[in-house]
């Protein structure tokens, strides 16, 4: 009997089973990197996830920040929030930022940070989702309500403090001193220039909202190893160039001087004094030699010196502990009542700067806590 067709049959199944075998299982599973690979291992096996699955291992995160001004950042950074605010736009603050970061695990990670990625990437759906983190943030003060610009035929702004910036309504800077330039050792907040700080409005101002002028310190006599008349002050410049050249400005229409004020919970409660310097530009006065201008640690140098001495026009006030509005005419300010003190309507035809100092001259230490806003002329 012949055998052919026997050994062919069983040389077909033969060639069937083979082929069967030779054949990968489709459904076996992917291999999952772990922390115990390798570091190139897992690169490879990533390498293979995202050829396989482009559209699986993308992060969408969208997030909106308010960023907040406040007296502890650094000039740049406030710089940079505060032009992300102009960016953004006036009401609100808000930047909103969308990115998509692609996570790209490397041969050259760590086999747990590729397989801590490679998780993240497992957990993410097929369809990119959308991820929104909660970000707390230190709010800022509460916007004032649109306020009525002070009319011409009352007076003159000089600051209503409200934009939180280191210049007046009128150009000028805003500063803080302290005694340094008389050997003293007295401490002012904000450091400003030219003690090599910057200017910080603090908040909230009257109205419980927007920004205002607030100065805080601890002033020291001789038995504290600083100047026996120790004092601090602030002050805000009547134009632009008051700073720089020492150029003044013509108050001599205006009847006096309103501003709001009051005492803060760290004040002492010995008053202060507003002030309106005498003064003129260094370079061509007689007094520009000695007259304690200059720190003898050389923290700073004004442009303008004193004309009178120091024996300027002010008028001392001791502020409540709520918010008071003063309206104190100029025929009310006087001389401190040494030195020779010039006619205030000598003085209010060129005045550089309007000041706040400190009052008390004979009970040392004492602490400052002293806020100003709303500040202007009146006819």
């Given at each position: 009997?012949?055998?052919?067709?026997?050994?062919?049959?069983?040389?077909?199944?033969?060639?069937?089973?083979?082929?069967?075998?030779s054949?990968?299982?489709?459904?076996?599973?992917?291999?999952?990197?772990?922390?115990?690979?390798?570091?190139?291992?897992?690169?490879?096996?990533?390498?293979?996830?995202?050829?396989?699955?482009?559209?699986?291992?993308?992060?969408?995160?969208?997030?909106?920040?308010?960023?907040?001004?406040?007296?502890?950042?650094?000039?740049?950074?406030?710089?940079?929030?505060?032009?992300?605010?102009?960016?953004?736009?006036?009401?609100?603050?808000?930047?909103?930022s969308t990115?998509?970061?692609?996570?790209?695990?490397?041969a050259?990670?760590?086999?747990?940070?590729?397989?801590?990625?490679?998780?993240?990437q497992?957990?993410?759906?097929?369809?990119?989702?959308?991820?929104?983190?909660?970000?707390?943030?230190?709010?800022?003060?509460?916007?004032?309500?649109t306020?009525?610009?002070?009319?011409?035929?009352?007076?003159?702004?000089?600051?209503?403090?409200?934009?939180?910036?280191n210049?007046?309504?009128?150009?000028?800077?805003?500063?803080?001193?302290?005694?340094?330039?008389?050997?003293?050792?007295?401490q002012?907040?904000?450091?400003?220039?030219?003690?090599?700080?910057?200017?910080?409005?603090?908040?909230?101002?009257?109205?419980?909202?927007?920004?205002?002028?607030?100065?805080?310190?601890?002033?020291?006599?001789?038995?504290?190893?600083?100047?026996?008349?120790?004092?601090?002050?602030?002050?805000?410049?009547?134009?632009?160039?008051?700073?720089?050249?020492?150029m003044?400005?013509?108050?001599?229409?205006?009847?006096?001087?309103?501003?709001?004020?009051?005492?803060?919970?760290?004040?002492?409660?010995?008053?202060?004094?507003?002030?309106?310097?005498?003064?003129?530009?260094?370079?061509?006065?007689?007094?520009?030699?000695?007259?304690?201008?200059?720190?003898?640690?050389?923290?700073?140098?004004?442009?303008?010196?004193?004309?009178?001495?120091y024996?300027?026009?002010?008028?001392?006030?001791?502020?409540?502990?709520?918010?008071?509005?003063?309206?104190?005419?100029?025929?009310?300010?006087?001389?401190?009542?040494?030195g020779?003190?010039?006619?205030?309507?000598?003085?209010?035809?060129?005045?550089?700067?309007?000041?706040?100092?400190?009052?008390?001259?004979?009970?040392?230490?004492?602490?400052?806590?002293?806020?100003?806003?709303?500040?202007?002329?009146?006819?």
């Amino acid at each position: 009997m012949k055998k052919t067709p026997v050994i062919i049959a069983v040389f077909i199944i033969f060639i069937l089973v083979a082929n069967t075998c030779s054949k990968k299982n489709p459904s076996a599973p992917a291999p999952t990197p772990n922390a115990t690979q390798t570091a190139a291992a897992i690169g490879t096996i990533v390498a293979q996830q995202q050829t396989a699955g482009a559209s699986g291992y993308t992060v969408t995160a969208t997030f909106t920040l308010t960023p907040t001004l406040n007296a502890t950042q650094t000039a740049a950074a406030i710089l940079t929030l505060v032009a992300q605010q102009q960016t953004a736009g006036a009401s609100g603050y808000t930047v909103t930022s969308t990115y998509t970061p692609t996570l790209t695990p490397n041969a050259t990670q760590t086999a747990a940070a590729i397989a801590t990625i490679v998780a993240q990437q497992q957990t993410i759906a097929a369809r990119t989702p959308t991820i929104t983190p909660t970000l707390t943030v230190t709010p800022g003060p509460p916007a004032c309500p649109t306020k009525t610009p002070v009319p011409s035929s009352y007076g003159l702004l000089i600051d209503n403090c409200d934009q939180g910036e280191n210049k007046n309504a009128l150009g000028g800077s805003w500063y803080t001193f302290n005694d340094c330039s008389n050997g003293g050792n007295s401490q002012v907040w904000p450091i400003s220039y030219p003690m090599g700080g910057s200017f910080k409005m603090d908040y909230p101002g009257i109205g419980n909202c927007g920004y205002a002028v607030h100065m805080t310190g601890t002033v020291n006599g001789a038995s504290q190893g600083g100047y026996q008349y120790g004092y601090i002050g602030l002050g805000t410049d009547s134009n632009a160039n008051a700073s720089s050249q020492c150029m003044g400005a013509d108050w001599s229409a205006y009847t006096g001087i309103q501003f709001w004020t009051k005492a803060g919970p760290a004040d002492s409660g010995y008053g202060y004094k507003v002030v309106i310097p005498y003064t003129a530009d260094g370079a061509s006065n007689t007094l520009a030699a000695g007259a304690g201008n200059t720190c003898t640690d050389s923290q700073y140098a004004v442009s303008c010196i004193t004309l009178d001495n120091y024996s300027d026009n002010q008028y001392v006030f001791t502020p409540p502990t709520t918010w008071t509005q003063l309206t104190i005419p100029f025929s009310a300010f006087a001389g401190p009542g040494w030195g020779t003190t010039p006619a205030i309507a000598t003085v209010l035809k060129d005045v550089k700067s309007l000041q706040w100092h400190t009052y008390n001259e004979t009970s040392y230490p004492y602490n400052v806590d002293l806020w100003v806003d709303e500040i202007l002329l009146y006819y």
